[in-house]
């Protein structure tokens, strides 16, 4: 990378509209938006843990566009609509990050920009943080 930033777009109608990146490179850091569960066709599976999945895979390849992967997670942010959601959405996050094991916040919300959306998801990485090997016991 050179200069100061790297804006990447995931093509979302809303980064235009709003006027954000998807995610944004400076230096070493990668800090990824707020990232709603939109399949490529517009669509939104209604259960929260392919929502999270679905979240976590475009942030994943956010990260890789800008030179990172989900190993250098240092922060993520969930936003659920519903408390009783948090167990699936747990479960999604646990499988992406078991061994990295970022700071996490898991808040409740009012609501999300879109009513079909039950969990939005923010990431923070740092090229070059990923954690050592596990040891094998």
């Known amino acids: 990378m050179s200069g100061g930033r790297q804006l990447i777009s995931s093509g979302s109608p809303f980064e235009a509209t709003i006027g954000f ?7 070493d850091r990668v800090m990824v938006s707020g990232t709603a569960p939109i399949n490529p066709d517009g669509s939104v599976d209604p259960e929260p843990s392919v929502q999270a999945a679905r979240c976590l895979e475009i942030i994943r390849d956010a990260l890789a566009e800008a ?4 190993a250098d997670v240092v922060r993520t942010r969930i936003f659920l609509v519903d ?3 948090a167990g699936e959405v747990s479960a999604a996050h646990g499988q992406a ?19 079909r959306w039950r969990v939005e998801i923010e990431a923070e990485a740092i090229i070059g943080s990923s954690p050592p090997p596990v040891p094998v016991r």
Request: net charge neutral; glycine share 10%.
């Open 67 to 70: 030179g990172a992967g989900l």
């Open 83 to 85: 408390a009783a959601d």
């Open 21 to 27: 990146s998807r995610a944004v490179r400076a230096g």
């Open 97 to 115: 990050f078991a061994d990295v094991r970022p700071a996490a916040t898991m808040v409740v919300v009012a609501a999300l920009l879109d009513p």
